[in-house]
């Protein structure tokens, strides 16, 4: 009898065991319940777009989460429906020239301290009004190819910002090329021209003019989206920031968030102040809205010691043609030149 009790032991451990590995529990990690739903920031680089971490953008994000809305709703765009749930991830190939993507490139260990962020609006001939809005497309496509004659990269902004903030790599010569409010020829002609550049860009996009005759449609929004673009938020109605009520403070800043991430499943983290127009109060909006990135109308070079929130840009005008677009690369040119390491223009 004195062996009987050891081996109803044994037989119920054994039991025991075949229930556990039925249940699929492993001791080599926690159940689904215990596991993180994504890596922390600066821990890992999605396979996908290479050179943005998980931080910045990568993972599904709940739009309102951080808004400082009160518990029970967020704050909606136009024809939007204030949602708790977290939208899905937007699948973002990458494009050449968007971070490392152009591996094996030196300088890709180079700290950039400057960056030149540049503001566009309207690519396309000159209108009747705000003609310095408007920069033609042969211009345009020449002051790019500038660009590529010399070696510079593209990046988006949100790159830019984890390679200051996380010391994530960004190809030789980067740059930062902006378009503001959202206007259809960013699509009809500055993407072709890009793309035969393989060029990346920041789009700051006013939501009230989304599938609007003057604006984009969400599928020309997703298509750039899907080939590397970022896509960043210009507030809903592109209103002065600074003389409009804590409420509607909220609603254009987050709530423009919010349709951004419902349309393309990832929230924005870059953000452009209308008219470059921001105090204390609009840029603590900004922050608790979730963005990581903000940026100005303040003329200079990007740089790190720069507040993230408050980055200067360079603004382009019809009026600057391909020389005044060269004259206004300057000052980063004379930056680069004290890098001795980096690659040659090509040829």
């Known amino acids: 009898m004195g062996t009987i009790v050891p081996l109803r032991k044994l ?17 080599d990690q926690p159940p689904t319940s215990a596991r993180p739903a994504a890596p922390e920031t600066g821990q890992n680089m999605s396979p996908e777009q290479p050179g943005v971490p998980a931080g910045f953008g990568r993972e599904p ?13 967020s704050a909606p ?24 993507v152009r591996s094996g490139s030196k300088g890709e260990d180079v700290r950039y301290e400057f960056v030149p962020i540049f503001m566009y609006h309207v690519v396309d001939h000159p209108g009747r009004t705000y003609a310095e809005l408007y920069v033609e497309p042969a211009d345009f496509r020449a002051q790019m190819q500038y660009l590529d004659d010399n070696g510079y ?12 903030q996380e010391g994530w790599p960004l190809p030789a010569r980067p740059v930062v090329l902006t378009f503001d409010d959202g206007y259809p020829s960013v699509y009809s002609q500055a993407f072709p021209i890009l793309k035969d550049f393989n060029f990346a860009a920041t789009l700051f996009i006013n939501t009230a003019k989304l599938n609007k005759p003057n604006g984009l449609t969400a599928a020309m929004l997703a298509e750039m989206a899907d080939a590397g673009f970022e896509v960043g938020s210009h507030t809903i109605s592109h209103l002065d920031l600074t003389t409009v009520s804590d409420k509607v403070l909220v609603r254009e800043v987050a709530g423009s968030r919010e349709t951004l991430a419902q349309m393309l499943g990832t929230a924005p983290v870059s953000f452009a102040y209308p008219a470059g127009k921001a105090d204390t109060r609009v840029v603590g909006a900004v922050k608790a809205a979730g963005y990581l990135a903000g940026v100005t109308t303040e003329y200079g070079l990007a740089a790190a010691d720069q507040a993230p929130l408050r980055l200067k840009r360079i603004r382009i005008n019809g009026s600057d043609g391909y020389r005044g ?19 040659p223009a090509p040829p």
């Not at 037989?11 to 001791?27: E, P």
């Not at 994000?61 to 709703?73: C, D, I, K, M």
């Not at 677009?325 to 980096?342: E, N, W």
């Open 77 to 100: 765009g136009p024809g939007i429906p204030g949602t708790k749930t977290a939208p899905k991830a937007a699948a973002i190939k990458p494009v050449a020239g968007a971070g490392s």
């Open 61 to 73: 994000v709940s739009a309102s989460a951080g808004t400082g809305l009160q518990e029970g709703g």
């Open 11 to 27: 037989a119920a451990v054994f039991l025991l065991l075949l229930w556990l590995t039925g249940c699929g529990y492993s001791s």
């Open 153 to 164: 990269h593209a990046v988006t902004l949100k790159q830019v910002v984890a390679h200051w």
């Open 325 to 343: 677009f060269v004259k206004k690369l300057a000052p980063y040119r004379s930056y680069l030149a004290g890098f001795p390491d980096l690659p």
